[in-house]
């Protein structure tokens, strides 16, 4: 079966001064790539790619700022207050950054001076299991599947 054609939803000004780069329907939360996309988008990548490397360490937090409802308070944000450690988003988006890398690079780009225009996490398809239970019951267990597409450009 083919995977679908996803566009992208932003589109550079100068293709060829720009790098992307999509992890498509990654098994992470969407809540958590929307932070983690907020939070790197406006980097350079080097900044980014430390950044999730410390998320994944726990040295760091990432602000929550649209999710935030019962978060706890974090020491180390700027400007705000509320943030968590997504652990896992940030393992999977940390790949789709080093693909970002990587694309860059093959297309000639100077990759010190890459910045991060665009950052977004979409919602993909729905995995829809089922758990029996007793008395012929069943408990639904279903997994959202993320999208996250980065772009950079030269600046």
């Not at 430390?50 to 998320?55: F, G, I, P, R, S």
């Not at 860059?104 to 991060?116: C, F, P, R, T």
């Not at 089922?130 to 267990?141: D, E, I, N």
Request: proline letters at 5%; one cysteine or more.
């Amino acid at each position: 079966m083919p995977m679908a054609r996803v566009n992208y939803a932003y589109k550079p000004e100068d293709e060829t001064k720009a790098a992307k780069a999509m992890g498509y329907e990654m098994p992470i939360s969407f809540k958590h790539a929307v932070e983690i996309c907020r939070a790197i988008r406006g980097k350079k990548i080097e900044e980014a790619r430390k950044l999730l490397e410390d998320v994944v360490e726990m040295k760091r937090a990432i602000p929550f700022k649209r999710h935030k409802k019962k978060v706890a308070h974090r020491r180390g944000l700027e400007k705000w207050y509320a943030g968590r450690y997504p652990q896992k988003a940030a393992k999977y988006v940390l790949k789709v950054l080093r693909n970002l890398e990587a694309n860059a690079e093959y297309k000639g780009l100077d990759v010190e001076n890459l910045v991060i225009v665009h950052a977004q996490a979409q919602k993909g398809r729905v995995i829809e299991r089922y758990m029996p239970r007793a008395f012929g019951r069943a408990t639904p267990r279903f997994q959202q599947l993320t999208t996250v597409e980065l772009v950079a450009e030269v600046r």
